[in-house]
Nanobody, 124 residues
Framework: QVQLVESGGGLMQAGGSLRLSCAASHRTFRTYTMGWFRRAPGKEREFVAC????????NYADSVKGRFTMSRDNAKNTVYLQMNSLKPEDTAIYYCAADRRGWPRREDIEYDYWGQGTQVTVSS
């Protein structure tokens, strides 16, 4: 069982930046595809980004492409989501997820483990 713990959320003005982190409890994390999802108030959870096990490939939702960057540090069992040029519509709870089996992974149903989420609020 892999436990995931997100951090780094908070309140930011539009145009600002935040970096989210997700720390995994087990070194098998290094073999997993990792993803970030978000759930805005009144909406379903949606895909944000994913990264393959080595960090050599990433995949982004169109809504964040060019503004968000996902990366990983396998030595630290941690993935990151650098969020720049934040918009009020980025306001959501952001979740980190891990998948054991493949690449790419854009559907939440494909992921095996989830964190508890971290709130990001962007004011206009």
């Amino acid at each position: 069982q892999v436990q995931l713990v997100e951090s780094g959320g908070g309140l930011m003005q539009a145009g600002g930046s935040l970096r989210l982190s997700c720390a995994a409890s087990h070194r098998t994390f290094r073999t997993y595809t990792m993803g970030w999802f978000r759930r805005a108030p009144g909406k379903e959870r949606e895909f944000v980004a994913c990264i393959n096990w080595s960090g050599s490939s990433t995949n982004y939702a169109d809504s964040v492409k060019g503004r968000f960057t996902m990366s990983r540090d396998n030595a630290k069992n941690t993935v990151y989501l650098q969020m720049n040029s934040l918009k009020p519509e980025d306001t959501a709870i952001y979740y980190c997820a891990a998948d054991r089996r493949g690449w790419p992974r854009r559907e939440d149903i494909e992921y095996d483990y989830w964190g508890q989420g971290t709130q990001v609020t962007v004011s206009s």
